[in-house]
């Protein structure tokens, strides 16, 4: 019986873990396009890390934790951070040049420009932080 | 784009109804539990018959009133995610049983295709059953008259500020 039980929720995390799979994939998919698209935003690279984030004027996890995470983030780093910001509605194009689908999106370059992070969601003041630690 | 109404759509029920599909589902299959799918499926059909969200009342009785879960309302369309339901629903059943019948691989197999469109919406933001909805639309079949919010593409969440 309980090895019955173990089975079924190896089989489980399995499947789980191929779900991750193919949504790091996904990702992995996204970073490439941002990485034909990033150098467009730009006349001369900034030589800092770029945040590009996808949003809306209204939609309401943008309003309250995207955007002030990430004026306090800008705070925090000063002119060590250059943040973009896209109206995904205003520029749809745009918004799926980068394969963005929903919002918030929000993709971390490094100073050489290279895409290096994608979140899709809400991404915390904590979490961007870390990430922008390794670039 | 196109000029319809659209109505107010809590996306936090959704998001509920969908978390308690993927969590029930996969106890059910991680402790071999067909009568769990079948609860399931049974949540999913009462939800569909009051169209609303099966597990929906989890939100609205405990998690919204608690704050432990937030609002997330956007102008949209109920009905293709009614839809999504019911498609959920049948495949439930259609799931539970096969499962009752001994056929455990294409129960089981049903039931974690739901679990995996389940998560797409949850977590993807892509509700398949809406997609499919709107793809049936385009044929003006009857009881299929909405199209996708302005600028959303069919099945993905709303982005707000397009369709208002």
Redesign the interface.
């Given at each position: 019986m309980n090895s019955?039980?173990f089975l079924?929720?190896g089989?489980?995390l399995c499947?789980?873990g191929l779900?991750l799979f193919v949504?790091w994939r996904i990702n992995q998919r996204l970073l490439l396009n941002a990485q034909n698209n990033a150098l467009s935003l730009f006349n001369t690279l900034p030589n800092k890390p770029v945040i590009v984030y996808f949003t809306?004027?209204?939609?309401?996890?943008c309003k309250t934790i995207q955007r002030p995470a990430l004026h306090q983030l800008s705070g925090l780093m000063g002119d060590k951070l250059h943040v973009i910001e896209i109206?995904?509605?205003q520029q749809?194009e745009l918004a799926k040049q980068w394969g963005v689908?929903?919002?918030p999106t929000t993709f971390l370059l490094d100073a050489r420009g290279e895409a290096r992070y994608v979140n899709?969601?809400v991404a915390r003041v904590e979490k961007l932080m870390e990430q922008l630690q390794t670039l | 784009m196109t000029s319809q109404t659209l109505q107010k759509v809590d996306h936090s029920v959704l998001k509920t109804n969908q978390l308690f599909i993927i969590s029930l589902n996969?106890l059910a299959?991680?402790?071999?539990l067909p009568a769990l799918a079948a609860f399931v499926a049974l949540v999913m059909g009462i939800g569909s018959a009051l169209k609303t969200p099966g597990f929906g009342f989890v939100y609205k009785s405990i998690l919204k009133p608690r704050g432990w879960m937030k609002p997330?309302?956007?102008n949209d369309n109920p009905e293709p995610h009614r839809f999504s339901q019911i498609l959920g629903f049948v495949f439930m059943t259609a799931g539970s049983l096969a499962l009752f019948l001994g056929s455990t691989v294409l129960g089981w197999g049903l039931v974690?295709l739901v679990i995996?469109l389940a998560?797409l919406n949850a977590?993807?933001?892509?509700c398949v059953g809406c997609a499919v909805y709107y793809w049936l639309a385009r044929f003006n079949l009857p009881g299929f008259g909405k199209q996708p919010p302005a600028?959303t593409?069919p099945g993905?969440?709303p982005?707000?500020?397009?369709n208002?």
């Amino acid at each position: 019986m309980n090895s019955d039980i173990f089975l079924r929720l190896g089989l489980a995390l399995c499947i789980i873990g191929l779900g991750l799979f193919v949504y790091w994939r996904i990702n992995q998919r996204l970073l490439l396009n941002a990485q034909n698209n990033a150098l467009s935003l730009f006349n001369t690279l900034p030589n800092k890390p770029v945040i590009v984030y996808f949003t809306t004027s209204d939609y309401a996890p943008c309003k309250t934790i995207q955007r002030p995470a990430l004026h306090q983030l800008s705070g925090l780093m000063g002119d060590k951070l250059h943040v973009i910001e896209i109206d995904a509605a205003q520029q749809p194009e745009l918004a799926k040049q980068w394969g963005v689908l929903s919002v918030p999106t929000t993709f971390l370059l490094d100073a050489r420009g290279e895409a290096r992070y994608v979140n899709n969601g809400v991404a915390r003041v904590e979490k961007l932080m870390e990430q922008l630690q390794t670039l | 784009m196109t000029s319809q109404t659209l109505q107010k759509v809590d996306h936090s029920v959704l998001k509920t109804n969908q978390l308690f599909i993927i969590s029930l589902n996969i106890l059910a299959f991680i402790l071999n539990l067909p009568a769990l799918a079948a609860f399931v499926a049974l949540v999913m059909g009462i939800g569909s018959a009051l169209k609303t969200p099966g597990f929906g009342f989890v939100y609205k009785s405990i998690l919204k009133p608690r704050g432990w879960m937030k609002p997330d309302v956007l102008n949209d369309n109920p009905e293709p995610h009614r839809f999504s339901q019911i498609l959920g629903f049948v495949f439930m059943t259609a799931g539970s049983l096969a499962l009752f019948l001994g056929s455990t691989v294409l129960g089981w197999g049903l039931v974690w295709l739901v679990i995996g469109l389940a998560a797409l919406n949850a977590f993807g933001g892509f509700c398949v059953g809406c997609a499919v909805y709107y793809w049936l639309a385009r044929f003006n079949l009857p009881g299929f008259g909405k199209q996708p919010p302005a600028g959303t593409f069919p099945g993905m969440k709303p982005k707000a500020s397009t369709n208002i």
